[in-house]
T-cell receptor
Framework: DTGVSQDPRHKITKRGQNVTFRCDPI?????LYWYRQTLGQGPEFLTY????????KSRLLSDRFSAERPKGSFSTLEIQRTEQGDSAMYLC???????????FGSGTRLTVV | SQQGEEDPQALSIQEGENATMNCSYK?????LQWYRQNSGRGLVHLIL?????REKHSGRLRVTLDTSKKSSSLLITASRAADTASYFC??????????FGKGTRLSVIA
């Protein structure tokens, strides 16, 4: 493993369309996190998994957002009926220790037009 | 919600100078971490300091933690143009995901 991979790097979509992002964490990391970051702000927590179990979801994660981590490996984040306010950088991170450092991917930049 | 608040929001210094960034937080923490983010990229973990530690060093980085004041500082000595980035503090309260501040944008001018 060379790190956390996110795909795609960039996504432009029309308002109302659904989008799905993928994150491949470092294989020995059992924790996986999704964050959202807008320009000039710090990352805001969305949700996280320990293995395949989704342990916490932020209030930011409306019912249009869903995340999965089947088999405790890669994870997907889906946004349904996208809105312009969803435009942001979506960051994925993984960690082996809940109190240790996170390894972040390069992010997926979503633009909703 | 964002737990940490970095200060200043932006900092511009000459190469070779030291850069100091501060972070204040609101609730009790287990650990405090500092991350760097280059424009348009993901975050890179720099250093972690536990709540029972007061100071930690890593290369040109020095981090202090004052839990009585709920604050931390990151010092980068002998700055280089490559240190130009945004710097974020992040805290956890035990078995909880990291909560990040809004960051300090550092510009190091050659």
């Amino acid at each position: 493993d060379t790190g956390v991979s996110q795909d795609p790097r960039h996504k432009i979509t029309k308002r109302g369309q659904n989008v799905t992002f993928r994150c491949d964490p470092i294989s020995e990391h059992n924790r996986l996190y999704w964050y959202r970051q807008t320009l000039g702000q710090g990352p805001e927590f969305l949700t996280y998994f320990q293995n395949e179990a989704q342990l916490e979801k932020s209030r930011l994660l409306s019912d249009r957002f869903s995340a999965e981590r089947p088999k405790g490996s890669f994870s997907t984040l889906e946004i349904q009926r996208t809105e312009q306010g969803d435009s942001a950088m979506y960051l994925c991170a993984s960690s082996v220790d809940p109190s240790g450092g996170y390894t972040f991917g390069s992010g997926t930049r979503l633009t909703v037009v | 919600s964002q737990q940490g608040e970095e200060d200043p929001q932006a900092l511009s210094i000459q190469e070779g100078e030291n850069a100091t960034m501060n972070c204040s937080y609101k609730t009790s923490i287990n650990n405090l971490q500092w991350y760097r983010q280059n424009s348009g990229r993901g975050l890179v973990h720099l250093i972690l300091i536990r709540s029972n530690e007061r100071e930690k060093h890593s290369g040109r980085l020095r981090v202090t933690l004052d839990t009585s004041k709920k604050s931390s500082s990151l010092l980068i000595t002998a700055s280089r143009a490559a240190d130009t980035a945004s710097y974020f503090c992040a805290t956890d309260s035990g078995n909880t995901p990291l909560v990040f501040g809004k960051g300090t944008r550092l510009s190091v001018i050659a």
